[in-house]
Every structure is written in structure tokens, then in C-alpha cells.
């Protein structure tokens, strides 16, 4: 069984910082891929960052260049340092885990509850 908790959401003004954590519980191999997603009322959960167990990364667009994901297999904990946050960055982000990255997002793989983040103009 996998557990993720997530932590570090909260309220910032436009061009501030906000660093989130996910602590994982399970096996090597269920969390080969971990990442974070997210999602607003009324839209589909959309790719933020993953992060594979060796190290290579892949990031959304419109985050590139601002958010850094890392990982520390010996923990099994995933951060993802949010720099230069825009009003558009507000959402709930979830922390995710599997074998491979989702397919379906939202369904495949672990999910975490989701923390909030909001970014104020």
C-alpha cells in the first residue's frame, strides 16, 4: 500500500515563494515515478513536474524555468520549490506515485489528498 502526505501549501503574494513536500511510503518500485499535479474547480488535473528514481525530470510549460522538482529516494520524499509564483499557479496540488506517470491522470497510480495553493495579485 502507498501513502503520500502532502504539505506546504498555503497563501503568497504574486513573485513569492512556496516549497511543497510529499512524503511517500511504499516499495521502490511504486515509486518509480512521482510527481505533482494539479487542478481548479472545473478544469482537468494537469501535469506540473515528475520526476523518475534516477533523476530525470520532466516539467509543464508554463512552470519551466520557475519550479524545481527533487527527490530523496533514501526518504522517500518529493519536494517542489515553486519560485516567482503567478496568480495562474493557484490550485490544489497533488503529489502522485507509480510505476510509470499516469496515463489517466487522477486515477492511475497513488494519489495524495491535495494541498492548496493560492497566489494573490
Known amino acids: 500500500q502507498v501513502q503520500l502526505v502532502e504539505s506546504g501549501g498555503g497563501l503568497v503574494q504574486a513573485g513569492g515563494s512556496l516549497r511543497l513536500s510529499c512524503a511517500a511510503s511504499?516499495?521502490?518500485?511504486?515509486?518509480?515515478?512521482v510527481g505533482w499535479y494539479r487542478q481548479i474547480p472545473g478544469k482537468q488535473r494537469e501535469l506540473v513536474a515528475t520526476?523518475?528514481?534516477?533523476?530525470?525530470?520532466n516539467y509543464a510549460d508554463s512552470v519551466k524555468g520557475r519550479f524545481t522538482i527533487s527527490r530523496d529516494n533514501a526518504k522517500n520524499l518529493v519536494t517542489l520549490q515553486m519560485n516567482s509564483l503567478k496568480p495562474e499557479d493557484t490550485a490544489v496540488y497533488y503529489c502522485?506515485?507509480?510505476?510509470?506517470?499516469?496515463?489517466?491522470?487522477?486515477?492511475?497510480?497513488?494519489w495524495g489528498q491535495g494541498t492548496q495553493v493560492t497566489v494573490s495579485s
Open positions: 511504499g516499495s521502490p518500485l511504486t515509486l518509480n515515478y
Open positions: 520526476i523518475a528514481r534516477g533523476g530525470s525530470t
Open positions: 502522485n506515485a507509480g510505476v510509470f506517470p499516469p496515463l489517466r491522470v487522477g486515477i492511475d497510480g497513488y
